[in-house]
């Protein structure tokens, strides 16, 4: 990860810890968490309550590094699917300008 050399030269330690990479995620999860409750509130939906209760316990470090680990996996399929999709596609433009 680059440093941010603006921060570390003028910003407060506890600046710095406010916009770290893992406590922006922490924040958005935060976020959603309070979307959830007020889209509860406002429509009355009782199925909400799951959804809310699981979204709430995943703030923390162990759940940040799981969500992490699952959006690289997630890139990585998705480049292998790029990769196999761009084979494809080349194959066929192969076998139509031979045509």
């Known amino acids: 990860m680059i440093p941010n050399v603006l921060a570390a030269r003028y910003a407060s330690p506890q600046l710095v810890a406010l916009w770290s ?3 922006k995620i922490v924040l958005e ?3 959603w968490i309070a979307v959830l409750r007020a889209q509860r509130d406002l ?3 009782t199925m ?5 209760r699981i979204q709430a316990e995943c703030v923390n470090e162990r ?4 969500h992490k680990q699952l959006l690289q996996s997630r890139i990585v399929v998705l480049e292998q699917w790029l ?3 761009t084979a494809t596609l080349s194959l066929l433009w192969v076998r139509t300008a031979g045509v």
């Open 21 to 23: 990479p893992e406590n």
């Open 29 to 31: 999860r935060r976020l």
């Open 43 to 45: 429509l009355d939906l």
């Open 48 to 52: 909400m309550e799951a959804a809310l």
């Open 63 to 66: 759940t940040i590094a799981a």
């Open 83 to 85: 990769q196999r999709t």
